[in-house]
């Protein structure tokens, strides 16, 4: 929720574009969809600690929307990696390079986000750096401590005949990573 208005991607609306649809919560005005150039679907929202909106998409791609709504491209799509290929994952909802969830870092100007095959990436508010989470499954959500030191990534590793199987990694954004 960001300015009175509930945000939402595009999960799983057929579409040519990518886009974002911005809801008001109050019935002063309708529902107002912003295009997302550059990304065929998008598959996380999240905001950074000063509000903005962070798009994550069904490629890899990121970007960053400010209070006026203009698309900042912070990452292209990415290529999809090999390594991967021995998770024997059913791609039912993400490809393997989808962004699956963004979060916050409190007291940092940025966020963290992660994509299906378990690259955590971190945007200091400059640049964007990545590290592979060294646990295998999906990863499919994230939070913050707040005090913005660590990272909790939940990650999905059964299939549909073991949905309950998930675990959760811990990743500490200062000093020595586990």
Partial sequence: VRDGCAITGNHGIESQLGGILRVPLGREHGPRWIEVRYTRQVTAIGLTSSGDVVSGGDAGELDLWGSDWRQRRLRAATAHTERFEDLRLAWAAYSPRSITAICAVPGEPGFVAVNACGELTAWDGERLVTAQLAVRGTPRSLAAHPDGGVIAVGVKQGGFARPRSAGVL?????????
């Fill in 170 to 178: 811990l990743w500490q954004l200062r000093g020595e990573n586990p």
